[in-house]
C-alpha cells in the first residue's frame, strides 16, 4: 500500500502527523520508500516531497481550516501511481465524481467512499460507495451488517493530537485496542481487501480482526520506523 498525503490542515491530526509521531522519516527519498513498498508492502509518499507546488497552497489553506479540493486531489495524484485505490471523500456529492475521475485516470479498480460525515467506511451510518472495476462503476450502499460488525457511534472513535492518536494506534495494532477503533478498522481494511478481488466482506473484516488481536501488525510499524 502506498499513502500519498500531507499534514493535517482541517483537523488536528492527518496521516503523515501521526505517522511523524511513530518515528517514521516522511522524507524518505523514492528508492527508498520504493524499496519499503517491496520488503514491507507498505510506504507514506510525502506530498510536498513530489509536489513542490503544494507549498504555495499551504498558507491558505491553514488560513482557511476547512476542507477543500486539495482534501481529494491528494489521492488523485499519488505519484505511485497505483491500479487500485481506496478513496475517502468529505462529501456524497463527491462520491461519483471522484469515482468518474478515477476511471479516466485508467485505474483497474477502485472504491470511492462516504459515510454520515466521514471520509471514510463508517460503522454508524449507511456507507456510500461508488465501485469503479473494469471500466464500469457501480452505486451502492453498506452497513456494518454488510462487514458482520456491531455499529458503533461516532463518538466513540474520536482521536486527538498526533501523539495521543500513536498511543491509541499502537495498542490497536498490538492486539489491547478498543472494540470500537478495531471494528472501524476491520471495515476499512475489507473494503481495500475486496478491491484486491477478496470479495467476501465479512470475511475480510474477521481476517483483520485476528490480525490485530494477535499484534503482529505493529511489526510493520516499527520496521518502516526503522528505516529512518
Known sequence: MAKHGNRSVSSKSGSSDLLAAFGINLDM???KSRQALDELGVCFLFAPKY????RHAMPVRQQLKTRTLFN???PLINPAHPPLALIGVYSPELVLPIAETLRVLGYQRAAVV???GMDEVSLHA?????ELHDGEIKSYQLTAEDFGLTPYHQDQLAGGTPEENRDILTRLLQGKGDVAHEAAVA?????LMRLHGQEDL???AQTVLDVLRNGTAYD????LAARG
Open 202 to 204: 465479512k470475511a475480510n
Open 114 to 116: 462516504h459515510s454520515g
Open 51 to 54: 509536489h513542490t507546488g503544494f
Open 187 to 191: 471495515a476499512n481494511v475489507a473494503m
Open 220 to 223: 510493520r510499524v516499527t520496521a
Open 72 to 74: 481529494v486531489l491528494g
Open 29 to 31: 527519498n523514492a528508492d
Open 126 to 130: 449507511p456507507t456510500i460507495v461508488a
